[in-house]
């Protein structure tokens, strides 16, 4: 069968043959990359007019969502009050961002009101995510529902970034081969995405081709917690039907990932979030432990948002940091309470009280 | 609206195109033997040590002489259609031809290197080349010895993660120690499974600690400047588990060693011993036949089992999350109890700012702070 153009004729002499094979294995010319375009202000308009007068229904809210006017659309995920350390303490103030898998984009809106510039990087239109072809599961069932879930959640950012009169730019394609012209940034996040994906050194190095300064990877606590050892786990085993959970990263092997993508300068904290199991609404918010890990280039250090990040803290694990955050709630408590007690309004209002109390025992 | 939704959908529509397709054919065989014809010995890398029947030794970076069987998990390869999945050299596909199977070959396409990671210490344009250069020693290699052996396996150049379409299908796919150099371990064994009816046989280097109950993989382990292509240290239990989610439900595990040179310096270093794991997952149920494991490699392979999965490492990484377990477990005890105390210490604050004393000195204290200027 010769089905390939260059295909060597029969019985050809040496010569003629060297000649065909080198043409036959000569690297194809690269062609025009099919998802380029998508920045300009024209297709950004298309892409709003296409996800324009959404209703709640339309959408999927991968996280809770916070609007004017007291509307709360409940996630699977609940950041609110835990964005900073979710993102490495950074603070993105007049950084240019790219947020790869915004899913519902509340850390693309959060980042926005912080001063950031941002563009966000989804799954293709109309594709799944990525699904392990695990035996047990109805692959094809999973790929539809996935590709159903990705168009909701991509609802649910248009719907986000109209109620927030957001900027954010939003480039959709395939993660593993990013348009040659998304530009440059400061900063890439990955919030929980690499997990999902079937190679995540190679999601990273897109990332690395394209970000000057940093990188902030967010993900689960499942695999060992050191920075020594760069262990990842191949679908982790305490879900088994979970297609979508392709690795268990430590920060160890995320650290070693961005160290020889040429972001050596690490820092690590590790944070509790509020999470809903199988992101459904009918289960309580639990708390989940996740890491966050910063990978910066020596010349362009960021600024933080506080001392937190000190290396006292960061080295903490989990546990001991959920300890550490319960102890400081505490005693911030009880500074309050000390506070008021002292406070001149308490003690001018004593005597009613004592009257108070006076009077209650009177009558029983 | 359907107009717009119709144009976005096209837009990230991706054509689908397929090279090196049509590598199999009689004529492009013939056409491969003549392009790689007689090639000079000092052109040539040996990866494998190579016995030919003229007497003839070669040396290589790897010996795998009269231990063939363990490193191929005792699978009887008598009348199976073979895919060997990175052949190098070409000894176990050579060995397996003795045996009576059909063997294909699938390596690297020619002067192609193979993946590298991208180290910042690694002059990576140089290493390209390096791996290039070296990738046409090996192709080299094996052509001497097809022609040497008069052997009839056929040899296919391309993307491991993209096999071409005309492949075909095969009773059994081997890779032996090839998926520790790829980027995407998972990726190949599934192109190998979507190919395979029988049986994938993996053979790996043992990484300490070495672990059969986790999936458990090593990002570029050891020293990685002097590696750029190894990319992976794999447990047993990262290939059983990849293995048993492509339909290879039946694992079967083997550990033995081989002599191989250290940084495969041919000429300049001693073969030691290298530890390497085999598995053998089957389909079920279409098993392979496999050869008797002879009585004294019983014993052997209960011996390395033992001293590799007894080791010291492991036991003591085993008592540490033990203590860890238990900091946790007293941990979270703890914040139990703080998270009682916070809830206790709310209430007050609460009942505080709500009682009436408060509220009856909200106006002596908005006073105080107009006073205070704030």
Same mark, same amino acid.
């Given at each position: 069968?010769?089905?390939?153009?260059?295909?060597?004729?029969?019985?050809?002499?040496?010569?003629?043959?060297?000649?065909?094979?080198?043409?036959?294995?000569?690297?194809?010319?690269?062609?025009?990359?099919?998802?380029?375009?998508?920045?300009?202000?024209?297709?950004?308009?298309?892409?709003?007019?296409?996800?324009?007068?959404?209703?709640?229904?339309?959408?999927?809210?991968?996280?809770?969502?916070?609007?004017?006017?007291?509307?709360?659309?409940?996630?699977?995920?609940?950041?609110?009050?835990?964005?900073?350390?979710?993102?490495?303490?950074?603070?993105?103030?007049?950084?240019?961002?790219?947020?790869?898998?915004?899913?519902?984009?509340?850390?693309?809106?959060?980042?926005? +009101?912080? #001063?950031?510039?941002?563009?966000?990087?989804?799954?293709? =239109?109309?594709?799944?995510?990525?699904? /392990?072809?695990? &035996? %047990?599961?109805?692959?094809?069932?999973?790929?539809?529902?996935?590709?159903?879930?990705?168009?909701?959640?991509?609802?649910?950012?248009?719907?986000?970034?109209?109620?927030?009169?957001?900027?954010?730019?939003?480039?959709?394609?395939?993660?593993?081969?990013?348009?040659?012209?998304?530009?440059?940034?400061?900063?890439?996040?990955?919030?929980?995405?690499?997990?999902?994906?079937?190679?995540?050194?190679?999601?990273?190095?897109?990332?690395?081709?394209?970000?000057?300064?940093?990188?902030?990877?967010?993900?689960?606590?499942?695999?060992?917690?050191?920075?020594?050892?760069?262990?990842?786990?191949?679908?982790?085993?305490?879900?088994?039907? +979970?297609? #979508?959970?392709?690795?268990?990263?430590?920060?160890?092997? =995320?650290?070693?990932?961005?160290?020889? /993508?040429?972001? &050596? %300068?690490?820092?690590?904290?590790?944070?509790?979030?509020?999470?809903?199991?199988?992101?459904?609404?009918?289960?309580?918010?639990?708390?989940?432990?996740?890491?966050?890990?910063?990978?910066?280039?020596?010349?362009?250090?960021?600024?933080?948002?506080?001392?937190?990040?000190?290396?006292?803290?960061?080295?903490?694990?989990?546990?001991?940091?959920?300890?550490?955050?319960?102890?400081?709630?505490?005693?911030?408590?009880?500074?309050?309470?000390?506070?008021?007690?002292?406070?001149?309004?308490?003690?001018?209002?004593?005597?009613?009280?004592?009257?108070?109390?006076?009077?209650?025992?009177?009558?029983? | 609206?359907?107009?717009?939704?119709?144009?976005?959908?096209?837009?990230?529509?991706?054509?689908?195109?397929?090279?090196?397709?049509?590598?199999?054919?009689?004529?492009?065989?013939?056409?491969?033997?003549?392009?790689?014809?007689?090639?000079?010995?000092?052109?040539?890398?040996?990866?494998?040590?190579?016995?030919?029947?003229?007497?003839?030794?070669?040396?290589?970076?790897?010996?795998?002489?009269?231990?063939?069987?363990?490193?191929?998990?005792?699978?009887?390869?008598?009348?199976?259609?073979?895919?060997?999945?990175?052949?190098?050299?070409?000894?176990?596909?050579?060995?397996?031809?003795?045996?009576?199977?059909?063997?294909?070959?699938?390596?690297?396409?020619?002067?192609?290197?193979?993946?590298?990671?991208?180290?910042?210490?690694?002059?990576?344009?140089?290493?390209?080349?390096?791996?290039?250069?070296?990738?046409?020693?090996?192709?080299?290699?094996?052509?001497?010895?097809?022609?040497?052996?008069?052997?009839?396996?056929?040899?296919?150049?391309?993307?491991?993660?993209?096999?071409?379409?005309?492949?075909?299908?095969?009773?059994?796919?081997?890779?032996?120690?090839?998926?520790?150099?790829?980027?995407?371990?998972?990726?190949?064994?599934?192109?190998?499974?979507?190919?395979?009816?029988?049986?994938?046989?993996?053979?790996?280097?043992?990484?300490?600690?070495?672990?059969?109950?986790?999936?458990?993989?090593?990002?570029?382990?050891?020293?990685?400047?002097?590696?750029?292509?190894?990319?992976?240290?794999?447990?047993?239990?990262?290939?059983?588990?990849?293995?048993?989610?492509?339909?290879?439900?039946?694992?079967?595990?083997?550990?033995?060693?081989?002599?191989?040179?250290?940084?495969?310096?041919?000429?300049?270093?001693?073969?030691?011993?290298?530890?390497?794991?085999?598995?053998?997952?089957?389909?079920?149920?279409?098993?392979?036949?496999?050869?008797?494991?002879?009585?004294?490699?019983?014993?052997?392979?209960?011996?390395?089992?033992?001293?590799?999965?007894?080791?010291?490492?492991?036991?003591?990484?085993?008592?540490?999350?033990?203590?860890?377990?238990?900091?946790?477990?007293?941990?979270?005890?703890?914040?139990?109890?703080?998270?009682?105390?916070?809830?206790?210490?709310?209430?007050?604050?609460?009942?505080?700012?709500?009682?009436?004393?408060?509220?009856?000195?909200?106006?002596?204290?908005?006073?105080?702070?107009?006073?205070?200027?704030?």
């Amino acid at each position: 069968m010769r089905t390939h153009p260059s295909a060597p004729i029969p019985d050809v002499k040496v010569d003629h043959a060297r000649e065909c094979i080198e043409k036959f294995y000569k690297p194809a010319l690269p062609r025009k990359h099919p998802l380029t375009g998508q920045l300009t202000n024209e297709f950004q308009s298309l892409l709003s007019q296409a996800h324009a007068d959404l209703t709640p229904g339309e959408c999927y809210f991968y996280h809770t969502m916070e609007f004017s006017a007291g509307e709360v659309s409940q996630g699977g995920w609940d950041f609110r009050g835990g964005e900073d350390k979710y993102l490495g303490f950074v603070d993105f103030q007049g950084q240019k961002v790219l947020e790869f898998g915004p899913a519902s984009g509340f850390f693309s809106f959060y980042l926005e +009101s912080k #001063g950031a510039e941002i563009v966000c990087f989804d799954i293709a =239109v109309g594709a799944p995510p990525e699904q /392990l072809s695990l &035996p %047990e599961v109805d692959l094809a069932a999973y790929l539809e529902s996935g590709a159903k879930i990705a168009k909701d959640t991509r609802n649910s950012w248009w719907y986000a970034h109209a109620k927030y009169n957001s900027k954010a730019k939003a480039v959709y394609g395939n993660i593993y081969d990013l348009p040659p012209d998304l530009g440059r940034y400061d900063v890439s996040t990955f919030g929980c995405i690499l997990l999902h994906l079937s190679n995540p050194f190679a999601v990273l190095s897109q990332a690395a081709a394209v970000t000057d300064k940093a990188i902030v990877v967010t993900e689960l606590v499942k695999a060992p917690l050191d920075l020594e050892s760069s262990y990842i786990e191949f679908h982790p085993g305490d879900r088994p039907r +979970s297609p #979508g959970n392709w690795w268990g990263l430590s920060p160890g092997s =995320v650290a070693k990932m961005l160290t020889i /993508l040429g972001f &050596p %300068e690490i820092s690590l904290n590790y944070h509790a979030q509020k999470h809903r199991i199988d992101h459904d609404q009918a289960n309580p918010l639990i708390d989940v432990p996740l890491f966050t890990v910063v990978g910066e280039k020596s010349k362009y250090l960021l600024k933080r948002l506080n001392a937190r990040t000190s290396n006292l803290e960061i080295q903490k694990s989990p546990d001991e940091q959920s300890l550490i955050d319960a102890a400081i709630r505490n005693e911030i408590l009880q500074h309050e309470i000390e506070a008021l007690r002292s406070s001149t309004s308490w003690r001018l209002t004593q005597p009613i009280r004592t009257v108070a109390d006076a009077l209650k025992r009177w009558f029983g | 609206m359907h107009e717009i939704d119709g144009y976005i959908t096209d837009f990230y529509r991706e054509g689908k195109s397929h090279r090196y397709t049509g590598q199999l054919s009689d004529d492009f065989q013939r056409a491969l033997a003549k392009f790689y014809v007689d090639p000079p010995k000092d052109q040539c890398t040996f990866y494998h040590t190579m016995e030919f029947p003229c007497g003839e030794v070669v040396p290589g970076a790897w010996d795998l002489r009269r231990r063939e069987q363990v490193y191929l998990g005792y699978v009887d390869f008598s009348g199976q259609r073979v895919l060997e999945l990175g052949s190098a050299t070409g000894y176990l596909g050579f060995y397996m031809e003795a045996q009576g199977a059909g063997v294909v070959c699938f390596d690297l396409p020619i002067r192609t290197p193979p993946d590298i990671i991208p180290l910042p210490t690694t002059l990576r344009s140089k290493r390209l080349y390096e791996h290039a250069s070296l990738t046409e020693k090996l192709h080299k290699s094996w052509w001497y010895g097809h022609a040497k052996l008069n052997s009839k396996n056929k040899a296919v150049y391309g993307d491991i993660y993209n096999l071409p379409d005309d492949l075909g299908d095969f009773d059994i796919a081997t890779l032996g120690c090839i998926l520790l150099h790829l980027r995407d371990p998972f990726a190949a064994l599934q192109q190998a499974a979507c190919r395979t009816e029988k049986a994938i046989i993996v053979t790996d280097v043992v990484w300490t600690p070495l672990e059969m109950k986790r999936a458990l993989m090593e990002f570029n382990p050891g020293n990685p400047p002097e590696y750029p292509t190894n990319w992976w240290g794999i447990s047993p239990g990262a290939v059983s588990r990849m293995l048993n989610i492509l339909g290879f439900s039946s694992i079967d595990i083997y550990y033995h060693t081989q002599k191989h040179r250290p940084v495969h310096n041919i000429g300049g270093s001693s073969f030691t011993d290298k530890c390497l794991f085999t598995i053998v997952g089957q389909r079920h149920p279409h098993y392979v036949d496999r050869h008797p494991m002879p009585e004294s490699e019983v014993a052997i392979q209960a011996e390395l089992a033992r001293q590799w999965l007894a080791d010291p490492d492991i036991e003591a990484l085993n008592a540490r999350i033990s203590q860890l377990n238990a900091q946790i477990s007293q941990f979270n005890a703890e914040i139990s109890h703080l998270n009682l105390q916070i809830s206790h210490f709310q209430e007050q604050v609460d009942a505080l700012k709500s009682s009436t004393s408060w509220r009856l000195t909200a106006p002596i204290r908005l006073v105080g702070r107009i006073l205070k200027g704030r």
